[in-house]
């Protein structure tokens, strides 16, 4: 193993393509894939994002190299066919730097007027004045911070939580989102997602931010909830055994695909949020935006803003 060599595969992409493109790459690569994405001051002295992220793992030159390289090009051409990607580039790594290489291309960078995500292993540093800081597993792919609607719903947690607030935060990933309402002065949390390896990502995140003792998190989606004086989604005897009881939230946040909020909408999403509570929801391309705002003011939520990047948007509800 000492005389192994390792190859640095990478792309170079726009932020809405990141996570796509890392899902491809985790497929054949579980060690883990990472995204990054810099940050410059402008002339204002506020720190953007660089408008690329590069999308990058390691695999091993070992027999299994060449099989595991036609099974990416072979992936990244299909995901190609939705959206033109850049070509793959390999790139040899000696084994004794593969690790430092890996570690070298994660910064700190900010999102909104107070956020920072930091790599969960950089050592620690005293935060600047009035900044929070999410410490996120770069490995982990989904939930990064780096996609525009993840950072989108960042910037509206900052405008909403004033303090004390109970947030549900459904498809959660790695927990980014409901860890940073926490952070933010949320007092409880609680994070669903039908994904095992997601739940263990946030449970993972939970403890790199020290929330674990304000933040539930439960396998399962809107069908596993259902708030104080409502009926369970699901009437089945299997369902109401797994149906776990809930106040209702100040704050409701979903970014998730167009398709599953128009579902989670048609099944009682509304009912989760408090009279005079808010719900977020993202994941949407603006040509979705129509659709979605119709859903949701059928179901009592006022739009109170939205927020765009690039081609995707974020929106702000007020339940009456």
């Not at 790594?93 to 999102?111: C, G, L, Y």
């Not at 540093?125 to 989108?152: D, S, V, Y």
């Not at 259902?226 to 009926?231: A, D, I, K, N, S």
């Amino acid at each position: 193993m000492a005389d192994a060599r390792w190859v640095e595969v990478s792309l170079t992409v726009p932020p809405e393509l990141a996570e796509s493109v890392a899902e491809v790459l985790s497929r054949y690569i579980p060690q883990g894939v990472a995204l990054e994405q810099k940050s410059i001051q402008n002339q204002s002295d506020e720190n953007i994002l660089e408008p690329a992220v590069r999308v990058f793992a390691y695999l091993l030159a070992d027999d299994a190299l060449e099989t595991r390289k036609r099974q990416i090009e072979e992936a990244l051409w299909h995901l190609a066919q939705i959206q033109p990607l850049p070509p793959a580039t390999y790139t040899p790594i000696p084994n004794e730097d593969w690790m430092s290489s890996w570690k070298k291309h994660f910064q700190p960078f900010a999102v909104g007027k107070r956020l920072v995500i930091t790599p969960a292993w950089m050592r620690k540093k005293a935060p600047r004045h009035n900044q929070i800081i999410l410490r996120i597993q770069p490995g982990m792919a989904f939930g990064t911070g780096t996609h525009p609607t993840t950072q989108l719903c960042l910037e509206l947690l900052e405008e909403s939580i004033r303090g004390g607030e109970f947030v549900i935060d459904l498809g959660c990933g790695t927990g980014i989102l409901a860890i940073a309402a926490l952070q933010l002065g949320a007092s409880h949390a609680l994070a669903l997602d039908n994904d095992p390896a997601a739940v263990q990502s946030a449970e993972e995140h939970a403890l790199h931010n020290h929330v674990q003792d304000r933040l539930t998190i439960i396998l399962g989606s809107l069908k596993d909830i259902y708030p104080v004086g409502h009926t369970p989604l699901s009437d089945s005897p299997s369902s109401q055994r797994s149906n776990r009881l809930f106040n209702q939230a100040d704050l409701v946040i979903v970014n998730i695909l167009s398709s599953v909020i128009l579902e989670f909408l048609q099944n009682g999403l509304a009912d989760l949020v408090r009279p005079g509570g808010h719900l977020i929801l993202s994941g949407l391309l603006d040509s979705q935006a129509p659709e979605i705002i119709t859903a949701a003011q059928s179901k009592g939520l006022s739009l109170t803003q939205k927020r765009s990047s690039q081609d995707w948007v974020a929106l702000l509800f007020t339940k009456a």
